[in-house]
């Protein structure tokens, strides 16, 4: 049986993906063609992360689908405890890299480098914490979930309304997401691949 819960995360994780790997293939399209990249749509591409992934997506497993795993499945607790400790991580990794971005922007060259490297830890970072989540987290909530639990966690994530899986942004975010749309490169984007 297909459950809300299970496709809003798995369609969050696919997307952050995509981003991801759309913001290592334009630096690395900036770097082939010796060219500073366009700042201003790593700023946005950045900003969605932190927007949607780090608050909404991590707040949602923190506050429901975590508890409810300890109290089914206790044996996940070493697991659980390390993916709480990725989520603080990931919300202070992201405030580091725009931190980082910035400091390439006005400084120039010279902190490209850190810039790229921080971006690389960032991007495994968050894949194998979501790798964890579904190999080892999902496999688990399917086998030990109710349909009264599976009930309330999907009331709660069908509130999450990433742009990225298909749902039509907000009116405020509507700038932010054309802006990535046009620029950034695939899969998230129609910008140049190469």
């Known amino acids: 049986m297909r459950h809300l819960t299970l496709d809003v995360i798995q ?10 790997r759309s913001l290592s293939m334009l630096l ?3 770097r082939r063609q010796g060219a500073l990249p366009d700042f201003e749509v790593l700023r946005a591409m950045l900003f969605y992360v932190d927007e949607f992934p780090e608050r909404l997506h991590h707040s949602k497993e923190s506050q429901w689908l ?5 109290e089914k499945a206790p044996e996940l607790g070493p697991v659980l405890d390390k993916l709480e400790r990725d989520h603080a991580t990931g919300e202070r990794a992201i405030r580091d890299l725009e931190h980082a971005l910035l400091a390439f922007e006005v400084l120039g060259d010279s902190r490209r480098a850190a810039f790229e490297s921080a971006v690389e830890r960032y991007i495994g970072f968050y894949l ?12 688990a909530a399917r086998r030990c979930f109710s349909e009264a639990d599976w009930a309330e966690l999907d009331a ?3 509130a999450n309304r990433d742009p990225l899986t298909g749902h039509e942004p907000e009116e405020g975010y509507r700038p932010l997401f054309r ?10 984007g129609l910008g140049p691949a190469s």
């Open 128 to 139: 194998e914490h979501m790798a964890t989540e579904e190999n080892e987290l999902l496999p």
């Open 66 to 70: 975590f508890p409810r795993l300890r």
């Open 11 to 20: 369609d969050e994780h696919q997307a952050l993906s995509a981003m991801l």
């Open 179 to 188: 802006k990535i749309l046009m620029n950034a490169p695939a899969p998230i």
């Open 28 to 30: 690395a399209q900036a």
């Open 156 to 158: 709660a994530f069908a």
